[in-house]
């Protein structure tokens, strides 16, 4: 698969406002995106750290992934996301392998990125997000 770099660390959070306001007060850290994915009923927030991107997230219904990972398991370590290129090609590699998908098709994530999951129970459980700037895009933060 080969992915190109971690694009970022997806942590869970039952209050955005308090978490964005830790990141910046605490570790000196800028937020420099805050932004709602509707259709995965979440707000997240963005911070740069080198070259890689702490993105906290926050459940905007009771019943959404995130209220629920933070109902079983607390606040925390939600996800990690690699950077891929040709995302198609790699979700169709992960599934040859014997990877269960979430997605077997990309989606569109928080800052315009084309996203598709693997499920915990094939990456020892850890939920590996995959992430690919749409063609001719690259980002600069």
């Known amino acids: 698969m080969k992915p190109t770099h971690i694009e970022h660390i997806g942590i869970a959070v039952s209050n955005l406002a308090e978490s964005v306001d830790f990141y910046e007060k605490v570790l000196g850290l800028k937020c420099y995106n805050i932004e709602e994915v509707a259709d995965q009923k979440v707000r997240t927030a963005f911070f740069m750290i080198g070259q890689t991107k702490i993105e906290l997230l926050e459940s905007t219904d009771p019943q959404g992934t ?7 398991r607390g606040e925390g370590i939600h996800h990690i996301a690699f950077a891929v290129e040709n995302i198609e090609e790699k979700l169709r590699h992960a599934a040859d ?4 998908l979430i997605d077997t098709h990309p989606r569109k994530g928080a800052e315009g990125l084309d ?11 850890v939920l590996i997000e995959l992430c690919e700037h749409p063609a001719g895009e690259k980002q600069d933060k």
Not at 66 to 72: G, Q
Not at 97 to 100: A, F, I, L, N, S
Request: net charge positive; proline share 5%.
């Open 115 to 125: 996203i598709a999951f693997l499920h915990p129970a094939s990456a020892h459980g």
């Open 66 to 72: 995130i209220a629920r990972f933070i109902e079983k």
């Open 97 to 100: 392998e014997g990877v269960r």
